[in-house]
Structures are given as structure tokens and as C-alpha cells.
């Protein structure tokens, strides 16, 4: 157990230092494949960790400030995927830009750099088992990916790149706040310093814990992290980022780094329930519900197809949201549909990036009659974005069945009813949106690039992933979502 | 039970080569539409198996899904929608290999071939799911792949429209499903049919509802019929006939299999079937009759024609609520029959479409006439099918109308009370809706097919080619044979009757079948009598004119002197009278250019009938909710300080109303 | 309830088969009588079939075989339909539940085939014609259906040779309000079918005004005799749907019902159309939606009553 | 002691006012350098038995990045952009401090209702942190310039230190250098994003950053 520990430390150390190295490269493509080799490296250790984390039991190190149990080695595993899945697109993603001169060498030291640093910083959230540094890898991950965004400077994106900056800041300046209140709602804990902030210690000392000051600090993680994960009302950041950033970055963003808010919230969500069974509950609810129905408003009157895609990532992880408040059933749902959403929304956006060079433009008005384009990048896109409006035999479909049958459990008829209305008014107008995307005569003459190996089995394996789970999850699968499920709402049982 | 799946297997494989072999047309239509017919005719050997011998097979493996099993059962209602299901499907595929050879050089046939095998697999799979979440996931396929087949021709505007209109009707009404199975697996603790418990439901009306919400919108149910007529026209006609003969009879499946789930229905129910089934019919016909796109007034049709089965069903629901072995038999059983009748004279109906629209460019029955002598085969199956369709002797459209008439004429009879008022209403309804339907297919039988062409264009016309053909002639000629067949065919229907009366009219159902299977009989003596005296009248003729001189000459034209083909009666004149009679419920448009001056040279008049369930409620709640929800997009005009306050003052709220 | 044969059911068909032109004979006596003229004789209809037969025939180039279909399935619907139509008490040749259903689609096929029949010749007037029958009959068929299902509930029977059967051996005592009106749909209904006035007048010369007539103005020899013969048949057949209620013999004795039957309706129907002929002139077209319509609501009237 | 934890209190609250009614965005930095050393001094202040290390490397990091490497970033991006004034906030000069008058009465009101678990001698902290925090959204909703959105930023980023100074001996010192960190680069960043929004716009204006919408 100690030995598997060190793992975390060559993990987070291996992807700082392959950021270094990005620097020492002479020229980009070489970049993009170090990076590719880099981020396959990097999944090793942590799938190891994640095979012994699933057959021991959970990992820590550092003296307890690093934990892996099944939740994060979840977690773990969603972004491994995410980031192999983006990295690899990245590869041919570049290409035009790389023979256009725009995407230099300088610049992509700069994207390699980051690229993994984004990759520890979003490691140390999930390994940490520290409160505090748990936060401290988030606002990282705030501060690193807010110059991916910006990766070629140009008005919209440094435009995008503030508000992200700000508005995520303030945000995890309020999660900090609500770290530091459930910090005091353990005041009568007679321990050492350096455990008070252990989740692992909290969650076994809930009755302790003073009620008011948890609740507050609750309040202010969910707000405050909840921005970072898009939750409405604080999801304003989102599209403007998602739109401006490269696709593989805007991949990441949605594929995993909202999901690494709402982890964070995750593990507060069990300590709060200790206190009261059903304070989480129906803030989750409530704020599901409100992410869902003012993403699905964006969604119908949406122009752009980037945008579009991050209001659905606004609305999916409202959904996520909403299945955490469900009971035990809803959070297995929700861990589910996190998966799903990350496979489901990087895909989007690797076609949805791949469209918008072919056509020069993400406005979807002028894009149209992709299929013909280029089957490829157009039946993506629209396999992807059938299957994000819930269809089946697609994993969305189930995970959102399952989520509708936890509220039908847990007696949230109205949060059902107004679920079910809200995904339907998102698959209305996002299939109004994807028919002429998809069909009709080519809107550009622009010749399609030849879809590359790698790009074929990202397109395929995705959906074909998303198809199997659709049809049949695997009982590794279902044991580690249900012990994550346990590990976050556990306690109702 | 493995014979079954293996020929869902066989047809999803075949699906799939001819998915990858989309570079070779040849190849994947054989391929596709190969495995159709090879895994149907292996699908029909367990159907029938246990239709005959009113056995079941089922089959239970493991599945982490499903809160049960991956349960799979062919029980007597199953195996008889499988009938069609497998039979349609196979002719439908026969049929589009040879109406696809049109498109070989334009389009990427195995893509088609590959959503018609899933369609296919779809509609087996949901009709012996065993399992609310398996049914939901092959309800969904089932639903999902028409989509890619209504959107063939994915570069006409018009046709995306109708497929966004197609999946958003499906996929809401799929909501409603999602709701009503999940709800029964909650209460009952498993989502396994057979773990499924009534009596322990909470709220069996809401149940009843969200069923008829969700199966009526696929079958098409007035008021969740739209898509019908937006989807069908813009569908090759394979696959518009297999949709409308068999797809939207997955819906009936439903609601049979609801029934049998959701245990003895309340008299309620049954009005609100039988409500349905009247509105449906009456409005579904007489839409048909404005409409003069033929593939569209086909899908009013089937409207129409779900409106009847679903008045059987109401019947026969009504009979299990009072106890009723006679309305059972009767109203189910018409039901079931018309299920199996209008699955195969709407198929032909839909074939015969294609087959004139392939010749003739268009589906526009104004600019068509004298279709019937260059394409002899199409317009007498097509004849046969309008028979069919109008309920006429001898064929088969009558036998079921029939026993759902007598179901209410007895009901009328012997029944009391005020609740009787029902049944003289369905006897008037359904003989309104055959007299309407009588116009309707004289309509288009008569300006498709007799008279003269009334553009050039139709004198180029020519017969389909023989993969066209044989379907036709092969549904037809079932037309004729389910007609002539009918007690027995009613007589296999027992097993499925006892299921869905819940076994609990053992012993009077087969003798309630006996009777009417008796008077079915007698009906077909009729029948033969009918056939008889017209092969006596032909040869009669025949030898009255033997020694006679046969002239040639123009129709009598009342004196004008030179009459045009383009001075034919039209559709839309011919139905004029009756439009004109349901003006109120139809809305049509006329657009007219009217006569000026001395010699006017240009005169017009265009009729639009739109479906006024789409434009009165439909557009006006997606509008509305368009412009509410538009609404909200104020509080994203860009400026970041306001952002920041609206997360102020979420936690402001927050505090305030959680912790105080 | 089985369907039941015997020997003294074929004379409902048979005396329908042979006497049925005669009908058109006696209503045009009639009417010549009333208007004070000396008519052609009763046997005149079998001379114009006779002459009819014997002729050739003249078809036009636009037609096909549907032209040709349809007063052969128009004769041969309405022959089948004379098997399950009894006369007064006698029963018919078939009979079985439901068998009224079956009669009035096979009027109904019959109707169709004209229609089409018309439409293939593609004359704007035949169109026309067409379009008309399949409207009116469209609104007739409630009416009838309705009407019989009060006399089903009346009488308790569900087949034609019952219905009748009963009405003519509970003699008046059946006879109520509702029958009344059952009687006057039906009559409306026998109107409307066979194309008389109010509705339409066999014996105008405009073919704009024509309903029926100008169906077939294109149809010739024996093509013509069959849709003439096929007319008379209707007629008879319709006819013993009114007689049915009205005749109330139950003799005992088989001849003599058989014979008072005959009479009864040849007299009968004939009277009646006689009159009403020589009384009133053809209603406006858009005026007979509204007679069939009115006759829908008796059957309904009759049908709220039985129910009581 | 309490006297001098008062004093640093009232000093640090007269400070979050000149933050408010300043529209010379180099007072402002000036400002924010005295609100930074005298946070810095603020958990020395504390009366605590133990943890003396602890607290005073803290303070020391606190001094050193929120005296001195903040406002030196904050002047470096000024004269980069060589503007001086915050022009027409959404909210004006005065009404601002009038605004500011009622959240601190409301943060003394709510420090006053909170049952905090904190030593009475330091409970006036709670009330100051919170009449930061609100002064800080303030400033980040109504003000205009980037430049004054990062200040508004720190005076919010004072505010949760403050109050975490008064849980400090809760919260492992690797974490509080963590957050410090972050901070800085935070500021660090945002100069930068200033910076950028200077080249590519001509001005730093935020509100009339609106291209992305709806």
C-alpha cells in the first residue's frame, strides 16, 4: 500500500516534468508527438493505481494528504481518457495552422507546457486528499488553462479569457471561503493541524462537526466550485471560454475540468450529508434543475456550434448535478453520466473543431451538409450530438434513465417533470440545429483534408464506446461507479 | 428463442456489412436487404411456432442494466405483431432493392440498407422484450433509425424538416414511455415484465395515461399524429410503407402489452380509447381528403386507420371492464385483425406510391391521370389495396371493420345503461369514416390512375421494374386471402386474447371466437357467393359482345367540342363538396389568381390544407416557448460585472434562505 | 346463430332477381298516372333490358378495364347483397349476425366501382357526377347503419332475416315512435341511394344537375342494362329494408305471406316514390347534405329512444 | 493587545473605503500595499499560545506577497498601459462609500449573529473580513477597468484571509503558502490578461468587452 503511494508522487511529478521538457523541442510537431507519448506515459501509473485502488482499496501517501479511493480513481480514469483522447486529436488538430505558420514552435512549447500542467493540476485535485490542496489544484487549474484559452491572442479570445479568469477566480475565492468555514466547523476536533482539512478525518467524524458552519461552508463550495463547474447561475464563462479555446482544449475543459469541480463538490456533498440528510439534496436539485432549464434557453436560440456544445456541457452537468441530489441511486447515475458526458462532449468538440477548419467558421447558419464534407468529422458531430441529446441505444440515454428512475425513487416528481421538459426543449432545438449541419449541399468549397488514422479510431472508438455502454456496462465498471456512489452518498443508506 | 435472436443477429450483422461495404451499392444492397429476408424467414419460424401452439419462449440472461434481466419472450401478442413485422419487412426490402436502383449513382445505399436492418431489428426486438429497459432501448432504435431513412433525400429542406419533425414527435412520446415503465419498475421492484405487479401501482390512471401518451404518438394517435404526414412523404416508399404498416403498429403493441401490464382497465379507459379512435378516424380521413400529395393523404390514412383499431381496442377494454367476453372478443379481436390488415393493404398502398412516384417524378396527384394503362400491375394492386383500405368486400379490410361493427351493434343491443352511448357512436363513426375513405381512394385511385395524364410528363410513364412488382402482387393477393380467411385467422388470435384479457375469460373466449369466427364465416360464403356472380357476369358479357362489334371512340364529351385532358375533374374538385362540409375542421387556403379582362390567359387556384393540429397547437407552443425561453437570453449580454453579481447574488439568496 | 339455409329463403332472391324491374315499371306507371298521362307498360323495363343486351358496345379510348369493371361489380355487388336480404318474415338466402354490416358495404362496393368507373373516363361531367354520389353516400351510410342498429336493438336480433323476421311477427305491436323514425331515415336513405327525387332526378336532361345519370352516360348496350338492372335491384333490396317495418303480414301460410310480400313490394315502394315524384321537385344540391344529415339524426333520435 | 488588533482593524477598514471612493487607480495600489502589510501583521496579532512558527511564516509570506509583490506587479502593468483613472464606474465615487457605510453596518451585524467559534479577542475580524469581502464584489461588479476588477479581486482575496487568519491555526501551513501562491500567480495572470486586453483593444475596458454573448 505505502509503495503504491509513490505512484501519485511519479505521477505528478512525471507530468511536471514532461511540461518542462516540452520546452527543449525545436519544433511543433515534434512537440505534438512528445505530447502524445507524454500523456501515455502518464496514464500508466495511474492506471496501475486505479487497477490496485480497485482491487486493494484505497491509496495514500504523503502522510494521508494524498488518497485514492474509488471515487477519485474514477475520476482518475475519465480524465486519463479525456486527455489521451485530446492529446491524440491534437496531433493532426494542428496540422493547418502548423503549415500556415501560425502555430509555432514557441507557441507550442507554450500549449505542450501547459497542456501538462493543467494535466498535474487537475491530478493534485483528484489525489488530495487535503481540502486545502485540493482547492489549490483547482484555482491552478484556473490559472493554467485560462492561456490555453488564449493560445493564438486575438480579441474574442483574450476577451473570453478574462471572464474566465475573473469570474472562475471569484468563484474559487468563495469555494476557499467554504473550505475555510468547514475548516472551522471542526473546531472542537482536538487534532493536528495538518489533518484538520483530511476529508478522510472529516468523514469520520461528522457528528462532531458543527452544523450551522458546514451548511454555510457548503453554500459557498457549491457556489463557488459550482462556477467553475458551470452550474447556472455562474456558468457565464463557459461558452465564451469553450468557443475561444483550441478544440482540443475546449475538449479538456468540458470532457473533464467541470467534472473536477463537481468532484471537488462531491466530496463536501458527504460531508454535509452527515450533518443533515437532505440540506445537499435539494440545493443540488434546485441548482440541476436551473442549469438545465437555462442551458437548454441558450441551446434553442444558439448560432454558434462551439457555443453550442458548451451550453450542452452547461446542461449535461446540470443533469450530473441533479443526479448527486438524487440519493444513492442518482449519484451512481450521475458518476455514469459523467463518463458518458466526457467521452461523449470531447468527441464533440474534436469534430466540431476539425468543421470549423473546413468551413472557417463555427456559425452553424454556414455550415452545412457536413456528411458530404467529410463523413468522418460530420457523422461525429452528429453521432455525438444525437447522443448528447439523449438518444439510445447511446450511454447518455441510459444514464439519463437512470437518473430519471432516482428521482421516480426518491419521490422528485417535479424535479423529474421539469428534467424531462428540459431535455426535451435541448433535443428540439439541438436537432433543429444538426439537421442542416449535417445535410444539405456543402457550404464551402474548401477540400477536405484526408481523415487520418488516428482520427478515424478516436471518431469510431468514441462512439463505439458510447454504444457499448449504451448496451451493456461492464461488472468493473459497475463496482467501481457503485463504491463512488457509496463514497459520496453512502451515508443515506 | 435463440433461433429468434439469431435472426435479429443475422439481420443487425447484415446491416452492418452493408454498412461497410457502402462503397459497392450492389454489394451492400445485397447484403442489406439478403439479411432481411434470411433472418425474417428464420424470425418466422418461432413466431409461429408459438402463434400455433399458443405456447411462449423466453429467454433470461444477465444484465446490469435492467434491474431484472436481459428477458426476452415471445408470447402470443408478440409473435402476432411479429408477424407483419418480419412478413412487411421482408417485401418492403424486396421492393427497395429495386426502387433504390434509381439513387445507385447518388447515394450511398448501404448507409439506407444499414437504419432498415436496425429498423427492422428494432421493431422483433421491441415486440418480445421481456424487459421496460430493453423495450425502451429497442423502442429507441426502432425509433431513431427512420430517421436516417425519412431523410434519404437529406438535401431538401423540406425533408430535413420532416425528419426533425419525425424524431422530436418520437422522441418526446419516448419520454412519456421512459416515465410509464420506469414508474411500473419503481413500484414494483424489478423491470422485468413478468416481476411487474398492478396491484401494487399507485397511480394506474396516470400509468393508462403516459402509455397512451407515449404509444399513441407512435401510432399515431390524433393529437400526436404530426409527424405522420410530415415523415411519409418525404420517405422512399419501402420505407414509408414498412413505418406505416408496421412501425406504427409497434405503438398498438404497446398499448396491448400495457394493457396486459397494467391489469383490468377502468371503464374510463375504454372511452378514452374509444374518444380517440372516433376523433382519429373522422378527423385522420378527412384530412386525407384535402390533402393531394398522395404519400401524405396515405399518412392520414393511417391515421385514420389507427383510429379504428384503437376503437376496437376501447371496446374490447370496455368489455373486459364490464365483464364482457362478446365485446372482448369482438373489439379485440377486430383490433388484432386490423392490426395484421392494415399492416399489409397500407404497405401495398405505400408501395404503390413509390412505384408512381418513381414514374411519374412526382407525388402531386393533380398533375397524374391514366397511370392505370402504363402501369397495369401497380394500379390493379393499388386498386385492390383502396379496396382493401375502404373496408369493401371481399377483401380484408372488411373482416376486421366488421367484427369491431358487430362488437358495437351488440353492445348496442344488449348492453344498458347510459354508458351504451358509446357504441351507436362508433358505428356511426365508423361508417362515416368508410363512407369518407370511399371518397378518398376514389379520389386518388381515380386521378392517379384512370383518365388521362394531365401534364406531358405522364406519357413517359413506365411499369415498375419486377423487384417492384412481386411485393404488390404478393401483398395484394394477401389482401384477397386475409379476406377469405378471416374466421381463421380470428381463430389464431385466441391465445392472444387470453393474454390480454389476463386469462380471465378461459372459457368464454373460445366460444365467443367459435361465434364469430361462424359469422366470419359466413361473411366469406358471402364473399364466394360476391366472387361467383362476378366471374358469372364476366363471362356473360363476354358472350353477349362474343357476336358483337366492339367500338373505339372518345368520351362523350356533352357536346363541347374540344375537350383537354387538363379539363378533367381534379382531386381537389372531386372532394370539393365534402371540404367544403368539414370547411371548419379543415382550414384550407385557397390561394386563387382569379379571370381578369376579356380573354384572361392565366387562371389558378391552389388549395393548402396544413394540419391544424400542427399550426393551431404544435407551432404555437414551440413558439411560445420559444419566446419565453428566448426571453431568458438577457442574462447573458456579455458584461462581466454583472456576471459576478449574479453569482453575488446566488449566494447571497442562498445564505440567506439555507442558513439565516 | 348460425348461418341457416332452407328452401323457402330463395324466394327473397329469386322474386328480387325477376320482379325487380318491374318496380321501375309500376313507379313509372304511377307517376304517369298521377300526372294524368296513360305510362308505358309495367313490363317496359324488361323490354329496354332485352334491347340493351342485344346491342354492341362503344367504349371510349380513355377508358381502361375499370371502366368495363364497373357495372359488372356494380350488378354483382347488389346480386350478393339480395342474398342476405329478406322479404317481410321470409329469410334471407344467408344470414348471420352482423349480416346488415356486410349489406351495406356491398352496396358500398358497388358504388365504389361506379365511381371509379366514371372517373376513367375522364370527362369533367362524370367527374363531377362521381364526386357527388360518393358524397351523399358518405353521409347516407351512418343513417343506415344507425337506423338498423335501432331495429337490432328493438328487436333484439342482429341479422337482417331476424330484424324482420321479428318486426313481422310482433306485427304493430313493434311499431313505435322510434320506428317511425327509423322508417323515415331509412326512406331518406332509399331515396339518396337510388338517386329519386329530392335528391336527384333520374329523368333531367342536364347533366349539370345530374347525380347518378351522368355516372354512366358513357356506358352503352349491355354495359348499360347491367347498371340499369342493377338500379332496379337496389331499388327492390332497399324497398324490402322499408317494407320490412311497415308490413306487418304473418299469415301462417307461406304462399300467401310469399305473395303479400310480393305485392307489398312492388306497391309499396312504388307508391311512395310515385308520389313523392309527382309532388315535389329535385332540392338544391347544397340543400341534400342537409335532408341526409337530418336523416342521421333520426336514426340517432330512434337509437336515443330504443336506448332508453 | 486587543487594542492593537482593533486599531490594525479600523485601519484596514478605512482602507477598504479609500479602495471604494479612490478613482486614481495608483492610490488605489497604494492602498491595497498598506491593506496587504497590515493583514500581514494581523495573525502576529492574535493572541495564540502555540503555533508561533506557523503563524509567522505565514505572516511573513502574507507581507511579503501582498505588501510588496502585488502592488509592484499591480504599478509594473499601470505603466505599461499608462492610464491613471478609473473613468465613470457604474456605481459613482460617492454613492459608492454611502453603499459601502451599509455593508459594513450589515457585515457587523451578521459578525455580530454568526455564533463563530473564534477567541472574543479576535471576533471583530470576522466582521472586518466580511465588509472586505463585499467591498471587493462591489468593486469587481461596478468598476470598469480591468486594472480596478484585480484590485476589487484582492481586496476580496484580503477578506478571505482575514477571516481564514482567524481559523488560520486550523488550516496546515503548506496549504495557506499554496493559496498565497495561487494568489500571486493569480494576479500575476491577470496582469498579464491586462496586459493582452491593452493590445488588442486600445484600452482595458472591460464592459465594453461584449462581443461574446447569448
Known amino acids: 500500500m505505502h509503495n503504491a503511494g509513490h505512484l501519485i508522487w511519479i505521477i505528478l511529478v512525471v507530468s511536471v516534468a514532461f511540461g518542462g521538457i516540452c520546452r527543449i523541442f525545436r519544433s511543433p510537431r515534434k512537440i505534438l508527438s512528445f505530447m502524445c507519448a507524454g500523456v501515455l506515459v502518464v496514464t500508466v501509473p495511474v492506471l496501475t493505481l486505479v487497477v490496485y485502488t480497485f482491487y486493494y482499496g484505497a491509496v495514500s501517501s504523503a502522510g494521508q494528504w494524498f488518497y485514492i479511493d474509488s471515487l477519485s480513481a474514477f475520476h482518475l480514469v475519465v480524465m486519463m481518457l479525456v486527455f489521451c483522447m485530446s492529446t491524440f486529436y491534437g496531433y493532426h488538430y494542428f496540422d493547418e495552422k502548423i503549415d500556415e505558420g501560425i502555430f509555432t514552435t514557441r507557441l507550442a512549447r507554450r500549449y505542450g507546457s501547459l497542456w501538462f500542467a493543467s494535466l498535474t493540476a487537475m491530478t493534485l485535485v483528484l489525489v488530495s486528499n487535503n481540502l486545502g490542496i485540493m482547492w489549490v489544484g483547482m484555482e491552478t487549474t484556473t490559472l493554467v488553462t485560462a492561456f490555453l484559452i488564449n493560445l493564438y491572442s486575438n480579441k474574442t479570445a483574450v476577451e473570453a479569457m478574462w471572464k474566465y479568469l475573473i469570474i472562475c477566480s471569484v468563484g474559487i475565492a468563495f469555494a476557499f471561503m467554504g473550505t475555510l468555514l468547514v475548516a472551522a466547523s471542526a473546531y472542537t476536533l482536538e487534532t493536528h493541524v495538518a489533518d484538520v482539512l483530511l476529508w478522510t478525518k472529516l468523514v469520520k467524524v461528522g457528528e462532531v462537526l458543527n452544523p450551522a458552519l458546514l451548511k454555510t461552508g457548503f453554500v459557498f463550495i457549491l457556489v463557488g466550485y459550482g462556477t467553475k463547474a458551470g452550474l447556472a447561475p455562474m456558468h457565464t464563462w463557459l461558452p465564451d471560454a469553450h468557443s475561444q479555446a483550441p478544440a482540443p482544449v475546449s475538449a479538456i475543459f468540458s470532457g473533464f475540468m467541470l467534472n473536477a469541480a463537481l468532484y471537488c463538490i462531491m466530496r463536501y456533498i458527504s460531508l454535509v450529508d452527515l450533518v443533515s440528510e437532505t440540506f445537499s439534496q435539494e440545493l443540488l436539485v434546485l441548482f440541476g434543475i436551473g442549469t438545465i432549464i437555462i442551458s437548454a434557453a441558450f441551446i434553442l436560440s444558439q448560432h454558434d456550434l462551439k457555443r453550442l456544445l458548451a451550453y450542452h456541457s452547461v446542461e449535461h452537468l446540470g443533469i450530473i448535478t441533479l443526479g448527486l441530489g438524487l440519493g444513492p441511486a442518482g449519484i451512481f447515475a450521475a458518476l455514469f453520466h459523467t463518463l458518458n458526458h466526457s467521452v461523449c462532449k470531447s468527441l464533440g468538440f474534436f469534430c466540431a473543431g476539425r468543421l470549423g477548419q473546413i468551413y472557417g467558421t463555427y456559425d452553424m447558419r454556414q455550415i452545412s451538409g457536413s456528411m458530404h464534407l467529410s463523413f468522418l468529422w460530420g457523422g461525429g458531430l452528429m453521432g455525438s450530438l444525437l447522443a448528447l441529446i439523449g438518444l439510445a441505444p447511446f450511454a447518455l440515454f441510459m444514464s439519463e434513465l437512470l437518473i430519471v428512475k432516482a428521482a421516480l425513487e426518491t419521490d422528485t416528481i417535479w424535479a423529474m417533470v421539469l428534467f424531462l421538459a428540459g431535455s426535451s426543449i435541448v433535443f428540439v432545438g439541438a436537432l433543429k440545429h444538426i439537421i442542416p449541419i449535417a445535410w444539405g449541399k456543402p457550404s464551402t468549397d474548401h477540400v477536405c483534408l484526408k481523415s487520418m488514422l488516428t482520427d478515424k479510431v478516436l471518431v469510431l472508438g468514441a462512439l463505439a464506446l458510447l454504444l457499448m455502454l449504451g448496451l451493456w456496462m461492464p461488472d468493473v465498471l459497475h463496482e467501481i461507479l457503485y463504491r463512488a456512489a457509496y463514497i459520496v452518498g453512502g451515508h443515506h443508506n | ?660 | 346463430m348460425m348461418t341457416y339455409w332452407s328452401h323457402q329463403s330463395i324466394s327473397p332472391v329469386i322474386s328480387a332477381i325477376f320482379l325487380a324491374p318491374l318496380l321501375f315499371g309500376v313507379i313509372n306507371w304511377i307517376k304517369a298516372f298521377l300526372s294524368g298521362r296513360r305510362g308505358a307498360p309495367w313490363l317496359q323495363p324488361y323490354f329496354d333490358l332485352w334491347k340493351l343486351m342485344r346491342k354492341s358496345a362503344v367504349y371510349s379510348r380513355t377508358t381502361t378495364w375499370i371502366f368495363r369493371a364497373g357495372p359488372l361489380v356494380g350488378l354483382g355487388a347488389i346480386l350478393t347483397a339480395a342474398m342476405i336480404m329478406p322479404m317481410g318474415n321470409i329469410p334471407a338466402l344467408v344470414s348471420f349476425p352482423g349480416d346488415f354490416v356486410l349489406f351495406a358495404y356491398l352496396l358500398a362496393l358497388g358504388r365504389f366501382f361506379t365511381i371509379i368507373a366514371a372517373l376513367d373516363t375522364g370527362s369533367s361531367f362524370q367527374g363531377m357526377g362521381a364526386s357527388r354520389e360518393a358524397y351523399f353516400s358518405a353521409l347516407s351510410e351512418p343513417a343506415l347503419l344507425l337506423a338498423l342498429t335501432a331495429v337490432a336493438r328493438r328487436t333484439g336480433s342482429n341479422s337482417l332475416s331476424g330484424m324482420y323476421e321479428v318486426l313481422s311477427s310482433g306485427s304493430w305491436a313493434l311499431v313505435s315512435p322510434a320506428m317511425v323514425l327509423v322508417f323515415i331515415a331509412i326512406f331518406i336513405v332509399f331515396l339518396t341511394e337510388n338517386a329519386r327525387i329530392p335528391v336527384d332526378d333520374p329523368t333531367t336532361h342536364l347533366e349539370l344537375t345530374m347525380i347518378h345519370e351522368v355516372m354512366v352516360l358513357d356506358h352503352g348496350g349491355p354495359d348499360l342494362a347491367f347498371i340499369n338492372y342493377g338500379a332496379a335491384l337496389k331499388m327492390w333490396i332497399l324497398g324490402q329494408l322499408l317494407i320490412g317495418i311497415v308490413n306487418p303480414v304473418h299469415t301462417g301460410i307461406m304462399w300467401l305471406n310469399q305473395t303479400i310480400s310480393i305485392v307489398v313490394s312492388l306497391s309499396g315502394p312504388a307508391i311512395a316514390v310515385g308520389l313523392i315524384e309527382f309532388s315535389m321537385a329535385r332540392l338544391r344540391l347544397k340543400r341534400v347534405p342537409q335532408l341526409l344529415v337530418a336523416a342521421g339524426i333520426f336514426s340517432v333520435l330512434a337509437l336515443i329512444m330504443e336506448l332508453r | 493587545m486587543n487594542n492593537w488588533i482593533d486599531l490594525l482593524i479600523i485601519l484596514l477598514i478605512l482602507s477598504n473605503f479609500v479602495m471604494l471612493g479612490s478613482s486614481r487607480l495608483a492610490v488605489c495600489i497604494r492602498t491595497l500595499a498598506i491593506q496587504g502589510i497590515l493583514l500581514g501583521i494581523l495573525p502576529l496579532m492574535i493572541d495564540r499560545q502555540d503555533l508561533v512558527l506557523h503563524t509567522t511564516l505565514v505572516s511573513i509570506g502574507a507581507l511579503i506577497i501582498k505588501g510588496i509583490v502585488f502592488p509592484w506587479l499591480l504599478f509594473k502593468v499601470l505603466r505599461r498601459i499608462g492610464i491613471r483613472r478609473e473613468i465613470e464606474p457604474f456605481v459613482g465615487y460617492v454613492p459608492s462609500l454611502f453603499i459601502g457605510l451599509a455593508g459594513l453596518i450589515v457585515s457587523l451585524y451578521i459578525g455580530s449573529k454568526l455564533d463563530f467559534p473564534a477567541p472574543e479577542s479576535v471576533a471583530d475580524v470576522i466582521p472586518l473580513s466580511l465588509f472586505s469581502i463585499l467591498a471587493g464584489l462591489f468593486l469587481l461588479t461596478t468598476r470598469k477597468k480591468a486594472l480596478s476588477m484585480v484590485m476589487g479581486y484582492l481586496v476580496l482575496e484580503n477578506g478571505i484571509y482575514a477571516f481564514g487568519s482567524v481559523v488560520l491555526n486550523k488550516v496546515p501551513v503548506i496549504v495557506e503558502l499554496g493559496v498565497l501562491l495561487d494568489a500571486l500567480v493569480a494576479v500575476f495572470i491577470m496582469g498579464i490578461a491586462t496586459y493582452h486586453i491593452n493590445r488588442e483593444f486600445d484600452h482595458i475596458d472591460v464592459n465594453r468587452l461584449d462581443n461574446l454573448k447569448g
Open chain 2, 1 to 660: 428463442m435463440i433461433v429468434f435472436l439469431l435472426s435479429v443477429i443475422i439481420i443487425v450483422a447484415s446491416g452492418f456489412a452493408a454498412l461497410v461495404t457502402r462503397r459497392s451499392n450492389s454489394l451492400s444492397t445485397f447484403l442489406g436487404v439478403g439479411g432481411v429476408c434470411a433472418g425474417s424467414l428464420i424470425g418466422l419460424i418461432p413466431t409461429f411456432n408459438v402463434l400455433i401452439h399458443g405456447s411462449r419462449l423466453s429467454l433470461h440472461l444477465p444484465w446490469h442494466f435492467a434491474w431484472g434481466s436481459f428477458f426476452v419472450e415471445i408470447d402470443p401478442l408478440s409473435s402476432f405483431f411479429l408477424i407483419p413485422v418480419f412478413g412487411v419487412s421482408i417485401l418492403t426490402a424486396v421492393y427497395g432493392a429495386g426502387y433504390l436502383q434509381h439513387y445507385r449513382q447518388t447515394h450511398l445505399l448501404g448507409v439506407h440498407w444499414f437504419f432498415f436492418n436496425l429498423l427492422v431489428a428494432g421493431m422483433a426486438m421491441v415486440a418480445v422484450a421481456g424487459n421496460g429497459v430493453l423495450f425502451l432501448i429497442s423502442w429507441e432504435v426502432m425509433s431513431l433509425a427512420p430517421f436516417f431513412l425519412v431523410t434519404f433525400h437529406s438535401d431538401q429542406s423540406k425533408v430535413q424538416h420532416a425528419g426533425w419533425v419525425y424524431l422530436v414527435a418520437t422522441h418526446l412520446g419516448a419520454i412519456f414511455l421512459l416515465v410509464f415503465f420506469l414508474l411500473m419498475g419503481v413500484n414494483s421492484g424489478s423491470m422485468d415484465f413478468d416481476h411487474f405487479n398492478p396491484s401494487g401501482y399507485h397511480h394506474l390512471s396516470l400509468l393508462f395515461l403516459l402509455a397512451v401518451i407515449g404509444f399513441g404518438s407512435k401510432s399515431g394517435f390524433i393529437p400526436f399524429h404530426v409527424w405522420l404526414p410530415e415523415a411519409h412523404p418525404a420517405a422512399p416508399s419501402h420505407v414509408s410503407a414498412l413505418m406505416s404498416g408496421v412501425m406504427i403498429k409497434m405503438g398498438i403493441y404497446g398499448l396491448f402489452r400495457s394493457l396486459v401490464l397494467l391489469g383490468v382497465p377502468s371503464v374510463g379507459w375504454g372511452y378514452v380509447f374509444i374518444g380517440i379512435g372516433l376523433i382519429s378516424g373522422i378527423a385522420g380521413v378527412t384530412f386525407a381528403l384535402a390533402q393531394h400529395d398522395l404519400k401524405r393523404l396515405l399518412a392520414y390514412h393511417s391515421v385514420e386507420n389507427i383510429g379504428i383499431i384503437s376503437i376496437g381496442i376501447g371496446i374490447g377494454m370496455l368489455g373486459l371492464s364490464w365483464d364482457n367476453p362478446v365485446l372482448v372478443v369482438m373489439g379485440m379481436g377486430g383490433a388484432l385483425l386490423h392490426v395484421l390488415n392494415h399492416s399489409l393493404f397500407k404497405s401495398l398502398l405505400f408501395l404503390g406510391a413509390g412505384s408512381v412516384q418513381h414514374a411519374s417524378g412526382t407525388l402531386e396527384i393533380e398533375h397524374m391521370g391514366g397511370l392505370l394503362k402504363r402501369m397495369p400491375i401497380t394500379g390493379m394492386t393499388f386498386l385492390v389495396g383502396a379496396a382493401a383500405i375502404c373496408g369493401l368486400p371481399p377483401l380484408n379490410g372488411f373482416i376486421s371493420e366488421f367484427l369491431i361493427y358487430q362488437g358495437s351493434v351488440y353492445g348496442s343491443m344488449f348492453l344498458e345503461g347510459a354508458t351504451v352511448g358509446a357504441m351507436p357512436a362508433v358505428i356511426a363513426g365508423l361508417a362515416l369514416i368508410g363512407g369518407l375513405a370511399a371518397i378518398c381512394f376514389t379520389k386518388a385511385f381515380g386521378i392517379v390512375f384512370l383518365g388521362t395524364a394531365r401534364r406531358e410528363k405522364g406519357v413517359s410513364v413506365r411499369e415498375s421494374r419486377l423487384s417492384m412488382k412481386i411485393p404488390m402482387l404478393i401483398l395484394s393477393a394477401l389482401c384477397l386471402l386475409c379476406g377469405l380467411l378471416g374466421a381463421d385467422i380470428l381463430k389464431t388470435a385466441a391465445p392472444v386474447l387470453n393474454m390480454v384479457t389476463m386469462n380471465r375469460f378461459l372459457d368464454a373466449i373460445p366460444l365467443e371466437l367459435i361465434k364469430a369466427a361462424n359469422s366470419l364465416r359466413s361473411v366469406t360464403w358471402v364473399f364466394a357467393g360476391l366472387i361467383l356472380i362476378l366471374t358469372g357476369l364476366i363471362f356473360f358479357r363476354k358472350w353477349l359482345l362474343s357476336k358483337r362489334y366492339v367500338q373505339e371512340g372518345v368520351t362523350w364529351d356533352c357536346g363541347y367540342i374540344r375537350p383537354t385532358s387538363r379539363m378533367q375533374y381534379t382531386a381537389s374538385s372531386f372532394v370539393q363538396p365534402v371540404t367544403g362540409f368539414f370547411r371548419n375542421i379543415l382550414q384550407t387556403r385557397n390561394i386563387v389568381s382569379p379571370p381578369h379582362g376579356l380573354f384572361p390567359t392565366k387562371v389558378s387556384l391552389t388549395t393548402k390544407t396544413p394540419d391544424v393540429f400542427e399550426k393551431k397547437f404544435y407551432s404555437p407552443l414551440f413558439e411560445g416557448t420559444k419566446r419565453i425561453l428566448f426571453g431568458l437570453r438577457w442574462i447573458q449580454q456579455g458584461r462581466i460585472q454583472l456576471y459576478i453579481a449574479y453569482i453575488v447574488i446566488t449566494l447571497i439568496i442562498l445564505l440567506i434562505w439555507k442558513v439565516r
